[in-house]
Protein backbone atom coordinates (compact mmCIF):
# COMPACT_ATOMS: atom_id res chain seq x y z
CA UNK A 1 0.00 0.00 0.00
CA UNK A 2 1.46 3.87 -1.12
CA UNK A 3 2.41 5.59 1.92
CA UNK A 4 0.54 8.46 0.01
CA UNK A 5 -2.55 6.44 0.18
CA UNK A 6 -2.22 6.13 3.94
CA UNK A 7 -1.50 10.08 4.47
CA UNK A 8 -4.45 10.74 2.48
CA UNK A 9 -6.95 8.03 4.68
CA UNK A 10 -4.74 9.41 8.54
CA UNK A 11 -6.24 13.00 7.19
CA UNK A 12 -9.59 12.33 6.34
CA UNK A 13 -10.09 10.42 10.33
CA UNK A 14 -8.38 13.02 11.52
CA UNK A 15 -10.96 15.69 9.91
CA UNK A 16 -13.71 13.68 11.20
CA UNK A 17 -12.21 13.33 14.94
CA UNK A 18 -11.76 17.16 14.39
CA UNK A 19 -15.10 17.74 13.49
CA UNK A 20 -16.51 15.98 16.10
CA UNK A 21 -14.44 17.45 18.94
CA UNK A 22 -15.55 20.91 17.75
CA UNK A 23 -19.07 19.58 18.12
CA UNK A 24 -18.95 18.37 21.82
CA UNK A 25 -17.85 21.60 22.49
CA UNK A 26 -20.86 23.40 21.10
CA UNK A 27 -24.01 21.05 21.53
CA UNK A 28 -23.75 18.26 23.79
CA UNK A 29 -25.02 20.21 27.23
CA UNK A 30 -28.39 19.18 26.52
CA UNK A 31 -30.32 16.11 25.15
CA UNK A 32 -32.34 18.18 22.34
CA UNK A 33 -28.51 19.40 21.15
CA UNK A 34 -26.94 16.11 21.72
CA UNK A 35 -29.87 14.29 19.69
CA UNK A 36 -31.05 17.05 17.02
CA UNK A 37 -28.24 19.72 17.08
CA UNK A 38 -30.41 22.75 18.86
CA UNK A 39 -32.78 22.16 15.92
CA UNK A 40 -30.52 24.79 14.13
CA UNK A 41 -29.08 23.04 10.87
CA UNK A 42 -27.87 25.30 8.26
CA UNK A 43 -30.12 24.25 4.75
CA UNK A 44 -27.06 23.05 3.20
CA UNK A 45 -25.63 20.82 6.23
CA UNK A 46 -29.48 19.77 6.71
CA UNK A 47 -29.88 18.29 2.94
CA UNK A 48 -26.45 16.92 2.64
CA UNK A 49 -25.96 15.28 6.28
CA UNK A 50 -29.95 13.47 4.67
CA UNK A 51 -28.20 12.91 1.02
CA UNK A 52 -25.01 11.10 2.62
CA UNK A 53 -26.91 9.35 5.16
CA UNK A 54 -28.91 8.62 3.12
CA UNK A 55 -26.88 7.00 0.45
CA UNK A 56 -24.18 4.71 2.31
CA UNK A 57 -21.57 2.54 1.00
CA UNK A 58 -24.61 1.65 -1.54
CA UNK A 59 -24.12 3.95 -3.57
CA UNK A 60 -20.46 3.72 -4.36
CA UNK A 61 -20.55 -0.23 -3.67
CA UNK A 62 -24.07 -1.74 -3.99
CA UNK A 63 -25.19 0.33 -6.73
CA UNK A 64 -21.93 0.15 -8.87
CA UNK A 65 -21.88 -3.13 -8.93
CA UNK A 66 -25.62 -4.08 -9.72
CA UNK A 67 -24.52 -2.40 -12.82
CA UNK A 68 -21.35 -3.98 -13.59
CA UNK A 69 -23.39 -7.04 -13.18
CA UNK A 70 -26.63 -6.63 -14.89
CA UNK A 71 -26.30 -3.55 -16.52
CA UNK A 72 -28.18 -0.34 -16.61
CA UNK A 73 -31.31 -1.75 -16.09
CA UNK A 74 -30.45 -1.79 -12.58
CA UNK A 75 -30.89 2.14 -12.80
CA UNK A 76 -34.31 1.65 -12.16
CA UNK A 77 -33.85 1.55 -8.19
CA UNK A 78 -31.84 4.89 -8.21
CA UNK A 79 -34.43 5.98 -10.39
CA UNK A 80 -37.34 5.16 -8.01
CA UNK A 81 -35.47 6.57 -5.17
CA UNK A 82 -34.54 9.81 -6.91
CA UNK A 83 -38.36 9.94 -6.89
CA UNK A 84 -39.35 8.77 -3.81
CA UNK A 85 -36.61 11.37 -1.80
CA UNK A 86 -38.60 14.07 -3.58
CA UNK A 87 -41.77 13.47 -2.75
CA UNK A 88 -40.04 12.79 0.97
CA UNK A 89 -38.60 16.53 0.97
CA UNK A 90 -42.32 17.70 -0.30
CA UNK A 91 -44.78 15.78 1.73
CA UNK A 92 -42.90 14.85 4.84
CA UNK A 93 -40.44 17.22 5.67
CA UNK A 94 -42.12 20.61 6.51
CA UNK A 95 -44.94 18.80 8.07
CA UNK A 96 -42.52 16.81 10.63
CA UNK A 97 -40.32 19.93 11.31
CA UNK A 98 -43.63 22.30 12.28
CA UNK A 99 -45.49 19.03 14.28
CA UNK A 100 -42.56 17.53 16.29
CA UNK A 101 -42.44 20.98 17.32
CA UNK A 102 -46.30 21.54 17.71
CA UNK A 103 -46.78 18.08 19.41
CA UNK A 104 -44.94 18.81 23.21
CA UNK A 105 -41.27 19.30 21.03
CA UNK A 106 -40.32 16.07 20.15
CA UNK A 107 -36.78 14.85 20.07
CA UNK A 108 -37.13 11.23 18.62
CA UNK A 109 -39.80 9.97 15.83
CA UNK A 110 -41.08 7.48 18.47
CA UNK A 111 -41.46 10.35 21.08
CA UNK A 112 -43.74 12.10 18.26
CA UNK A 113 -45.75 9.44 17.60
CA UNK A 114 -46.38 8.68 21.38
CA UNK A 115 -47.88 12.48 21.69
CA UNK A 116 -49.44 12.39 18.92
CA UNK A 117 -51.34 9.41 19.62
CA UNK A 118 -51.18 10.21 23.43
CA UNK A 119 -53.83 7.00 24.25
CA UNK A 120 -51.28 4.53 22.73
CA UNK A 121 -48.34 6.69 23.56
CA UNK A 122 -46.01 3.46 25.48
CA UNK A 123 -47.46 0.50 22.90
CA UNK A 124 -46.20 3.72 19.82
CA UNK A 125 -42.75 4.17 21.72
CA UNK A 126 -42.04 0.69 22.61
CA UNK A 127 -42.78 -1.37 19.65
CA UNK A 128 -41.69 1.49 17.17
CA UNK A 129 -37.87 2.00 19.34
CA UNK A 130 -37.71 -2.00 19.27
CA UNK A 131 -38.27 -1.80 15.46
CA UNK A 132 -35.66 0.91 14.89
CA UNK A 133 -33.02 -0.77 17.11
CA UNK A 134 -33.76 -4.34 15.53
CA UNK A 135 -33.34 -3.12 11.71
CA UNK A 136 -30.62 -0.82 12.51
CA UNK A 137 -28.16 -3.25 13.81
CA UNK A 138 -28.36 -5.19 10.72
CA UNK A 139 -28.49 -1.42 8.62
CA UNK A 140 -25.59 -0.30 10.32
CA UNK A 141 -23.85 -4.07 9.80
CA UNK A 142 -24.33 -3.47 6.16
CA UNK A 143 -22.12 -0.46 6.48
CA UNK A 144 -19.69 -2.15 8.25
CA UNK A 145 -19.26 -5.25 5.48
CA UNK A 146 -18.66 -2.63 3.40
CA UNK A 147 -15.65 -1.20 5.32
CA UNK A 148 -13.93 -4.61 5.73
CA UNK A 149 -14.39 -5.00 1.98
CA UNK A 150 -12.77 -1.80 1.60
CA UNK A 151 -9.52 -2.82 3.55
CA UNK A 152 -9.70 -6.77 1.79
CA UNK A 153 -9.28 -4.98 -1.62
CA UNK A 154 -7.28 -2.04 -0.66
CA UNK A 155 -5.09 -2.65 2.29
CA UNK A 156 -4.87 -6.84 1.64
CA UNK A 157 -1.91 -8.34 3.78
CA UNK A 158 -1.07 -4.96 5.30
CA UNK A 159 -1.55 -6.12 9.00
CA UNK A 160 -0.90 -9.71 8.63
CA UNK A 161 -1.99 -12.81 6.43
CA UNK A 162 -4.29 -11.56 3.17
CA UNK A 163 -7.82 -12.62 4.61
CA UNK A 164 -10.55 -12.29 7.90
CA UNK A 165 -7.57 -10.24 9.28
CA UNK A 166 -8.18 -7.86 7.44
CA UNK A 167 -11.38 -7.69 6.82
CA UNK A 168 -12.28 -7.52 10.20
CA UNK A 169 -9.37 -4.78 10.87
CA UNK A 170 -11.51 -2.88 8.16
CA UNK A 171 -14.83 -2.93 10.46
CA UNK A 172 -12.75 -2.43 13.57
CA UNK A 173 -11.13 0.71 12.10
CA UNK A 174 -14.51 2.13 10.55
CA UNK A 175 -16.61 1.27 13.66
CA UNK A 176 -13.40 3.15 15.80
CA UNK A 177 -13.27 6.32 13.85
CA UNK A 178 -17.16 6.39 13.60
CA UNK A 179 -17.70 5.70 17.35
CA UNK A 180 -15.51 8.23 18.23
CA UNK A 181 -16.53 11.61 16.86
CA UNK A 182 -20.87 10.23 17.13
CA UNK A 183 -20.56 8.94 20.87
CA UNK A 184 -18.55 12.72 21.38
CA UNK A 185 -20.27 15.26 19.33
CA UNK A 186 -23.67 13.57 18.81
CA UNK A 187 -25.65 14.98 16.20
CA UNK A 188 -23.88 17.87 15.31
CA UNK A 189 -21.25 16.22 14.68
CA UNK A 190 -22.75 13.51 12.89
CA UNK A 191 -24.58 16.28 10.84
CA UNK A 192 -21.61 18.07 10.06
CA UNK A 193 -19.37 15.05 8.98
CA UNK A 194 -22.19 14.22 6.76
CA UNK A 195 -21.65 17.40 4.90
CA UNK A 196 -18.25 16.78 4.57
CA UNK A 197 -18.39 13.21 3.47
CA UNK A 198 -21.62 14.69 0.69
CA UNK A 199 -18.97 16.89 -0.30
CA UNK A 200 -16.25 14.07 -0.41
CA UNK A 201 -18.37 11.46 -2.13
CA UNK A 202 -20.02 13.94 -5.13
CA UNK A 203 -16.56 15.42 -6.31
CA UNK A 204 -14.97 11.54 -6.30
CA UNK A 205 -18.93 10.12 -7.83
CA UNK A 206 -17.73 13.28 -10.87
CA UNK A 207 -14.13 12.40 -11.14
CA UNK A 208 -14.34 8.52 -11.43
CA UNK A 209 -16.50 7.96 -14.74
CA UNK A 210 -14.43 11.04 -16.71
CA UNK A 211 -11.25 9.63 -15.82
CA UNK A 212 -12.29 6.41 -16.77
CA UNK A 213 -14.39 7.05 -19.92
CA UNK A 214 -10.90 9.34 -21.19
CA UNK A 215 -8.48 6.64 -20.93
CA UNK A 216 -11.06 3.92 -22.75
CA UNK A 217 -11.66 6.14 -25.60
CA UNK A 218 -14.87 8.06 -24.23
CA UNK A 219 -18.76 7.08 -23.97
CA UNK A 220 -19.06 6.06 -27.44
CA UNK A 221 -16.42 3.61 -26.81
CA UNK A 222 -17.59 2.53 -23.36
CA UNK A 223 -20.64 1.70 -25.23
CA UNK A 224 -19.18 -0.10 -27.87
CA UNK A 225 -17.14 -2.48 -25.26
CA UNK A 226 -20.96 -2.98 -23.26
CA UNK A 227 -22.63 -3.67 -26.18
CA UNK A 228 -20.09 -6.20 -27.20
CA UNK A 229 -20.34 -8.01 -23.75
CA UNK A 230 -24.29 -8.21 -24.06
CA UNK A 231 -26.23 -5.91 -27.28
CA UNK A 232 -28.68 -5.48 -24.60
CA UNK A 233 -26.01 -4.43 -21.46
CA UNK A 234 -27.68 -0.54 -22.22
CA UNK A 235 -31.23 -1.48 -22.37
CA UNK A 236 -33.37 0.22 -19.19
CA UNK A 237 -35.90 -2.85 -19.70
CA UNK A 238 -33.17 -5.75 -20.58
CA UNK A 239 -34.44 -9.12 -18.72
CA UNK A 240 -37.36 -6.67 -17.12
CA UNK A 241 -40.74 -8.35 -16.13
CA UNK A 242 -43.24 -6.02 -14.38
CA UNK A 243 -42.75 -7.76 -10.63
CA UNK A 244 -38.98 -6.79 -11.06
CA UNK A 245 -40.10 -3.01 -12.54
CA UNK A 246 -42.15 -3.09 -9.57
CA UNK A 247 -39.68 -4.24 -6.88
CA UNK A 248 -36.90 -1.70 -7.89
CA UNK A 249 -39.33 1.55 -8.51
CA UNK A 250 -41.25 1.23 -5.15
CA UNK A 251 -37.73 1.05 -2.95
CA UNK A 252 -38.46 4.96 -2.83
CA UNK A 253 -41.72 4.29 -0.75
CA UNK A 254 -38.68 3.61 1.56
CA UNK A 255 -38.06 7.16 2.37
CA UNK A 256 -41.44 8.15 4.09
CA UNK A 257 -40.02 5.77 6.72
CA UNK A 258 -36.49 5.70 7.61
CA UNK A 259 -36.09 6.94 10.66
CA UNK A 260 -32.03 8.72 9.93
CA UNK A 261 -33.22 10.47 7.15
CA UNK A 262 -36.26 11.71 8.28
CA UNK A 263 -34.66 13.09 11.71
CA UNK A 264 -32.76 15.69 10.10
CA UNK A 265 -36.33 17.17 8.56
CA UNK A 266 -36.99 17.60 12.09
CA UNK A 267 -33.46 19.47 12.73
CA UNK A 268 -33.42 21.85 10.04
CA UNK A 269 -33.65 25.08 11.67
CA UNK A 270 -36.95 26.27 9.96
CA UNK A 271 -39.48 25.49 7.92
CA UNK A 272 -38.81 27.85 5.80
CA UNK A 273 -35.86 26.65 4.83
CA UNK A 274 -37.02 23.48 4.48
CA UNK A 275 -37.49 23.93 0.52
CA UNK A 276 -33.92 25.56 0.03
CA UNK A 277 -32.57 22.59 1.92
CA UNK A 278 -35.08 20.31 -0.55
CA UNK A 279 -33.26 22.18 -3.81
CA UNK A 280 -29.52 21.20 -2.10
CA UNK A 281 -30.36 17.73 -1.32
CA UNK A 282 -32.38 17.09 -4.77
CA UNK A 283 -29.62 18.54 -6.59
CA UNK A 284 -26.56 16.87 -4.82
CA UNK A 285 -28.55 13.34 -5.40
CA UNK A 286 -29.17 13.41 -8.68
CA UNK A 287 -25.25 14.35 -9.70
CA UNK A 288 -24.34 11.49 -6.86
CA UNK A 289 -26.78 9.10 -8.84
CA UNK A 290 -25.58 9.86 -12.48
CA UNK A 291 -22.09 9.13 -10.94
CA UNK A 292 -22.39 5.83 -9.64
CA UNK A 293 -23.98 4.82 -12.88
CA UNK A 294 -20.82 6.01 -14.64
CA UNK A 295 -18.59 3.74 -12.53
CA UNK A 296 -20.44 0.92 -12.95
CA UNK A 297 -20.94 0.89 -16.54
CA UNK A 298 -17.52 2.21 -17.13
CA UNK A 299 -16.24 0.07 -15.01
CA UNK A 300 -17.45 -2.91 -16.67
CA UNK A 301 -16.29 -1.63 -20.20
CA UNK A 302 -12.39 -1.19 -18.67
CA UNK A 303 -12.19 -4.46 -16.71
CA UNK A 304 -13.80 -6.42 -20.02
CA UNK A 305 -10.90 -4.41 -22.05
CA UNK A 306 -7.70 -5.06 -19.77
CA UNK A 307 -8.86 -8.45 -18.87
CA UNK A 308 -9.08 -7.66 -15.00
CA UNK A 309 -10.94 -10.13 -13.69
CA UNK A 310 -13.32 -9.27 -10.51
CA UNK A 311 -14.76 -11.37 -8.21
CA UNK A 312 -17.12 -9.07 -6.20
CA UNK A 313 -18.72 -6.75 -8.48
CA UNK A 314 -19.04 -4.36 -5.02
CA UNK A 315 -15.55 -4.10 -5.43
CA UNK A 316 -15.21 -1.85 -8.94
CA UNK A 317 -15.20 1.62 -7.05
CA UNK A 318 -12.23 0.33 -5.09
CA UNK A 319 -10.26 -1.93 -8.24
CA UNK A 320 -10.86 1.90 -10.22
CA UNK A 321 -9.30 3.74 -7.57
CA UNK A 322 -6.57 1.61 -6.97
CA UNK A 323 -5.72 1.11 -10.76
CA UNK A 324 -5.97 4.31 -12.22
CA UNK A 325 -4.93 7.19 -9.86
CA UNK A 326 -1.47 8.88 -8.22
CA UNK A 327 -1.31 7.15 -4.37
CA UNK A 328 -2.58 10.77 -2.89
CA UNK A 329 -5.93 10.73 -5.25
CA UNK A 330 -6.59 6.84 -4.49
CA UNK A 331 -6.22 7.77 -1.04
CA UNK A 332 -8.92 10.64 -1.55
CA UNK A 333 -11.36 8.10 -3.92
CA UNK A 334 -10.76 5.18 -0.85
CA UNK A 335 -11.87 8.37 1.42
CA UNK A 336 -14.97 9.29 -0.48
CA UNK A 337 -16.06 5.37 -0.32
CA UNK A 338 -15.22 5.39 3.68
CA UNK A 339 -17.11 8.48 3.84
CA UNK A 340 -20.38 6.87 2.03
CA UNK A 341 -20.00 4.16 4.59
CA UNK A 342 -19.67 5.98 7.78
CA UNK A 343 -22.05 9.14 7.44
CA UNK A 344 -24.82 6.21 7.19
CA UNK A 345 -23.69 4.33 10.11
CA UNK A 346 -23.16 7.57 12.37
CA UNK A 347 -26.96 8.45 11.43
CA UNK A 348 -28.02 5.57 12.34
CA UNK A 349 -26.11 4.63 15.83
CA UNK A 350 -27.47 8.04 17.09
CA UNK A 351 -30.91 7.24 16.01
CA UNK A 352 -30.99 3.73 17.62
CA UNK A 353 -29.04 5.38 20.69
CA UNK A 354 -32.12 7.80 20.92
CA UNK A 355 -34.63 5.67 21.07
CA UNK A 356 -32.89 3.63 23.44
CA UNK A 357 -32.21 6.81 25.60
CA UNK A 358 -35.82 8.27 25.15
CA UNK A 359 -38.11 5.59 24.72
CA UNK A 360 -36.38 3.25 27.21
CA UNK A 361 -34.41 4.65 29.82
CA UNK A 362 -36.36 7.84 30.49
CA UNK A 363 -39.26 5.97 30.13
CA UNK A 364 -38.76 3.18 32.12
CA UNK A 365 -35.92 3.23 34.19
CA UNK A 366 -34.95 7.19 35.16
CA UNK A 367 -37.75 9.60 34.22
CA UNK A 368 -36.10 12.59 36.15
CA UNK A 369 -32.90 11.93 34.54
CA UNK A 370 -30.91 15.12 34.07
CA UNK A 371 -29.92 15.93 30.96
CA UNK A 372 -25.48 15.20 31.49
CA UNK A 373 -27.16 11.84 32.33
CA UNK A 374 -28.88 11.38 29.80
CA UNK A 375 -26.74 12.12 27.26
CA UNK A 376 -23.96 9.58 28.76
CA UNK A 377 -26.44 7.11 28.86
CA UNK A 378 -26.78 8.15 24.76
CA UNK A 379 -23.23 7.70 24.45
CA UNK A 380 -23.32 3.92 25.71
CA UNK A 381 -26.25 2.84 23.43
CA UNK A 382 -24.20 4.36 20.62
CA UNK A 383 -21.18 1.51 21.77
CA UNK A 384 -23.46 -1.10 22.87
CA UNK A 385 -25.49 -1.02 19.46
CA UNK A 386 -22.41 -0.82 17.38
CA UNK A 387 -21.02 -3.87 19.16
CA UNK A 388 -23.92 -5.95 18.07
CA UNK A 389 -23.66 -4.88 14.41
CA UNK A 390 -20.03 -5.84 14.17
CA UNK A 391 -20.85 -9.35 15.27
CA UNK A 392 -23.32 -9.41 12.72
CA UNK A 393 -21.06 -7.90 9.93
CA UNK A 394 -18.68 -10.75 10.51
CA UNK A 395 -19.41 -13.13 7.45
CA UNK A 396 -17.09 -11.39 4.70
CA UNK A 397 -19.12 -12.93 2.10
CA UNK A 398 -22.39 -10.40 2.98
CA UNK A 399 -23.60 -8.43 -0.04
CA UNK A 400 -23.70 -4.57 1.20
CA UNK A 401 -27.03 -4.21 -1.13
CA UNK A 402 -28.66 -7.65 0.34
CA UNK A 403 -28.49 -5.81 3.76
CA UNK A 404 -29.38 -2.87 3.11
CA UNK A 405 -32.70 -3.87 1.22
CA UNK A 406 -33.90 -5.80 3.91
CA UNK A 407 -33.50 -3.16 6.37
CA UNK A 408 -34.58 -0.30 4.13
CA UNK A 409 -38.06 -2.34 3.38
CA UNK A 410 -38.80 -2.59 7.02
CA UNK A 411 -38.59 0.69 7.77
CA UNK A 412 -40.65 1.84 4.59
CA UNK A 413 -43.02 -0.37 5.88
CA UNK A 414 -43.17 0.17 9.17
CA UNK A 415 -42.97 4.00 9.21
CA UNK A 416 -43.96 5.00 6.38
CA UNK A 417 -47.07 4.63 5.80
CA UNK A 418 -47.51 5.56 10.18
CA UNK A 419 -45.23 9.16 8.87
CA UNK A 420 -47.32 9.99 6.05
CA UNK A 421 -50.61 9.70 7.58
CA UNK A 422 -50.21 10.40 10.78
CA UNK A 423 -48.78 13.98 9.08
CA UNK A 424 -51.40 14.34 6.74
CA UNK A 425 -54.66 12.45 7.80
CA UNK A 426 -56.56 13.77 11.04
CA UNK A 427 -58.84 10.96 11.36
CA UNK A 428 -56.02 8.58 12.21
CA UNK A 429 -56.42 6.93 15.69
CA UNK A 430 -53.08 5.43 18.08
CA UNK A 431 -54.93 1.97 17.50
CA UNK A 432 -54.40 2.37 13.86
CA UNK A 433 -51.07 3.70 13.82
CA UNK A 434 -49.94 0.67 16.39
CA UNK A 435 -51.71 -1.59 13.58
CA UNK A 436 -50.27 -0.23 10.90
CA UNK A 437 -46.59 -0.36 12.61
CA UNK A 438 -46.86 -3.69 13.89
CA UNK A 439 -48.20 -5.02 10.70
CA UNK A 440 -45.85 -3.37 8.29
CA UNK A 441 -42.63 -4.95 10.21
CA UNK A 442 -44.14 -8.32 10.33
CA UNK A 443 -45.21 -8.96 6.90
CA UNK A 444 -41.80 -7.42 5.58
CA UNK A 445 -40.25 -9.93 8.06
CA UNK A 446 -42.27 -12.64 7.19
CA UNK A 447 -41.55 -12.29 3.70
CA UNK A 448 -38.03 -12.64 3.59
CA UNK A 449 -38.31 -15.82 6.06
CA UNK A 450 -40.34 -17.21 3.66
CA UNK A 451 -38.37 -16.43 0.37
CA UNK A 452 -40.74 -14.35 -1.28
CA UNK A 453 -38.99 -11.25 -1.75
CA UNK A 454 -36.45 -10.53 -4.62
CA UNK A 455 -32.64 -10.55 -5.19
CA UNK A 456 -32.19 -7.45 -7.00
CA UNK A 457 -34.04 -7.26 -10.91
CA UNK A 458 -33.53 -11.08 -11.49
CA UNK A 459 -35.30 -12.26 -8.23
CA UNK A 460 -37.85 -14.53 -8.64
CA UNK A 461 -40.19 -12.61 -6.01
CA UNK A 462 -41.71 -9.55 -5.35
CA UNK A 463 -39.64 -6.96 -3.17
CA UNK A 464 -40.95 -7.21 0.78
CA UNK A 465 -41.70 -3.64 0.49
CA UNK A 466 -44.63 -3.68 -1.34
CA UNK A 467 -46.59 -6.16 0.68
CA UNK A 468 -45.32 -4.79 3.29
CA UNK A 469 -46.33 -0.82 2.45
CA UNK A 470 -49.57 -1.85 1.21
CA UNK A 471 -50.98 -4.10 4.16
CA UNK A 472 -49.47 -1.05 7.22
CA UNK A 473 -51.62 1.10 5.31
CA UNK A 474 -54.28 -0.71 5.02
CA UNK A 475 -54.37 -2.05 8.39
CA UNK A 476 -53.74 1.76 9.50
CA UNK A 477 -56.92 2.76 7.70
CA UNK A 478 -59.59 0.03 8.26
CA UNK A 479 -57.98 0.48 12.42
CA UNK A 480 -58.57 3.95 12.58
CA UNK A 481 -62.08 3.77 10.65
CA UNK A 482 -63.29 1.70 13.43
CA UNK A 483 -61.73 3.00 16.23
CA UNK A 484 -62.50 7.12 15.19
CA UNK A 485 -63.82 8.30 18.60
CA UNK A 486 -60.97 8.63 21.29
CA UNK A 487 -59.93 11.63 23.64
CA UNK A 488 -58.15 14.94 21.99
CA UNK A 489 -55.17 15.32 22.04
CA UNK A 490 -53.51 17.31 24.74
CA UNK A 491 -51.19 19.16 22.99
CA UNK A 492 -53.06 20.34 19.62
CA UNK A 493 -55.81 21.70 22.78
CA UNK A 494 -52.45 23.34 23.79
CA UNK A 495 -52.37 25.22 20.37
CA UNK A 496 -55.69 26.08 19.92
Known amino acids: MQTGTLISLALY ?3 MIAIGLYAWRKSTDSSEGYLLGGR ?6 AALSAGASDMSGWLLLGLP ?17 FIGAFANWIIVAPRLRAQ ?13 LANRFPDKAIALRVISAIIIVLFFTVYTAAGLVGGGKLFV ?3 AGLFGDVGMSD ?9 GVVLAYTMVGGFLAVSLTDFVQGCIMVVALILMPIVVMTGDGGPSAVAETLRGIDPEFLSLTNGLSIIGFLSAITWGLGYFGQPHIIVRFMAVRSVAAVATARN ?3 SWMFVSLIGALGVGLAGRAYAQRNGIPLEDPETIFIMLADTLFHPLITGFLLAALLAAIMSTISSQLLVSSSSLTEDFYRLFLRKNASERETVNVGRVCVLLVALAAILIARDPDSEVLGLVSNAWAGFGAAFGPLIVLSLTWKRMTGAGAVAGLVTGAAVVIAWIALGWNASFLGGEGVYEIIPGFIAAWLAIWGVSKATSVGPANPYRAEIA
Open 13 to 15: FIL
Open 40 to 45: DLHPAV
Open 65 to 81: GALYAAGLVEAWIGIGL
Open 100 to 112: TVEYGNALTIPEF
Open 153 to 155: TSF
Open 167 to 175: YMFGIWLTA
Open 280 to 282: IGM
